[in-house]
Each structure stands twice: as C-alpha cells, then as structure tokens.
C-alpha cells in the first residue's frame, strides 16, 4: 500500500530565513504526481506545488521549490526568505494514478511550520 | 472564479442523528472528493464522485454516503452519528476523475458530535 511519511512533526524558522520540510513516499508506481499543502489556522487547504513524477526537473513556485529524489522516493519542499504569512501545518501528498483507486490522495502526518520574527 | 465552497460552516449533532454536508466545486470541475481530517488520524479519503456516480470510497462504514447531482455540486451524509464521527470534513474538486489534475479543496465543514 502507498504511504506518505513526514518526520518532522514540527519546524520552526526565522523570518527571512530557509527552510526545508522533508517528506518520504512508497510506491510501486512508476508515474504519479506528488504535491504539497499548506493549511493554515483558517483550515483551508492551500496547494503550494506540484510534482510530476516522470518530470526530472524540480518544480518551482516563487519562493517554493522542491527537491524530488525519485529513485530515494523522497520530496522536500524549501521556502525561502520565510515570511510570517508561511507559518501554517504543511501535508505532503501522493496522488493515486487514476486507473488504480481514482486518484485519491494519501497524505502524510503533516509538520507544523511556525516562523518567527 | 469562485473556489470550492462548503456549507454548513459548522455543525453540531448529537450522537445517533444524521448530518448532511455539502459541497459545491469549482465550474467546470466534474470530480468531487471527499476527505475527513480528524484529530490524531490524519486526513484520510472518504469518497470521490464523478459525472454523478460513486467512483471510489475509502475504508469507512456504509453509515457514510453521499450523492452528486447534475450540477456536480455534492452531498456528504452521515447517519447515526458516533462520537468519532467528530472531525473537519473537507471537500475537494478537480476538472476529471482521471488524469493527474489538480485536486482543488473547500474550508470545510467542522463537524461536533455531542
């Protein structure tokens, strides 16, 4: 079965500083997409990125950028210069390929994220 | 372009009654989901609609269904309430069932069962 595991169940950072939250999958699959999550205290899950899984090049979104270990099966996401607004519970998630369960997604743990002025 | 929205805010039922929640995807999102986010367990899928049919449900009891209407916008019911049927449900849409597209996500229905 899939899974999804983030180690971190907290990190904290100084504003303006980086920060990586480190995130690990199994699967037998060979194409998927991966993706990351922020929610804040409001609860609304927020899409931050992306990641196609037969895609080498590491997706990047402004100050959000991952680094996607395939074969380590491994999906790190960086935020630079940390911004108060950042602080937020980050999930990691794997989504199903469509042929097996829908598309449904797994998610992982989540890591508390606080940033600090 | 509006998002997904999610109504009731919040709901609060009393143990053995039924609740019904319901989600509205964005336009032109045929694929509806739905997940359940309580504490302690993680966010975990409940089901996913698509074109009005159930697709897929996760592992959880038949207590726990739902319909998608032709407007796509969808309805979670859960019939006799338990306690740990307390928990944030959050609905989810995206543009197809199939594929790899975006799942895009409501705020979410705070459900308390007393």
């Known amino acids: 079965a899939q899974t999804v595991t983030q180690s971190q169940p907290e990190m904290s950072v100084q504003e303006a500083e980086t920060v990586t939250l480190s995130c690990t999958y199994d699967?037998?699959?060979?194409?998927?997409?991966l993706f990351w999550y922020k929610q804040p205290p409001s609860r609304q899950m927020i899409l931050v990125i992306r990641?196609?899984?037969?895609?080498?090049q590491n997706a990047t979104e402004n100050r959000f950028s991952v680094n996607f270990q395939k074969a380590a099966k491994s999906f790190s996401l960086k935020i630079s210069d940390s911004q108060l607004g950042d602080a937020a519970m980050y999930f990691c998630?794997?989504?199903?390929?469509?042929?097996?369960?829908?598309?449904?997604?797994?998610f992982g743990q989540g890591t508390e994220l606080s940033v600090k002025p | 372009e509006a998002g997904v929205t999610q109504s009731p805010t919040h709901l609060i039922k009393t143990r053995g009654q039924q609740a019904t929640l319901r989600c509205s995807p964005i336009?032109?999102?045929?694929?509806v989901y739905w997940y359940q986010q309580a504490l302690g367990l993680g966010l975990q899928f409940l089901l996913w609609?698509?074109?009005?049919?159930?697709?897929n449900r996760g592992n959880f009891p038949p207590r726990f269904s739902g319909r998608q209407f032709p407007n796509y916008s969808s309805e979670l019911n859960v019939n006799a309430l338990e306690l740990e049927d307390s928990a944030l449900y959050l609905c989810?849409?995206?543009?197809?069932?199939?594929?790899?597209?975006?799942?895009?996500f409501g705020p979410g229905t705070r459900l308390t069962v007393l």
């Open positions: 998630a794997y989504r199903m390929p469509f042929y097996n369960q829908g598309g449904k997604l797994i």
């Open positions: 699967t037998s699959e060979s194409d998927y997409y």
């Open positions: 336009s032109g999102h045929t694929s």
């Open positions: 609609y698509d074109e009005g049919e159930e697709r």
């Open positions: 990641q196609e899984a037969y895609k080498q």
């Open positions: 989810a849409s995206s543009l197809a069932g199939g594929g790899y597209d975006t799942q895009y």
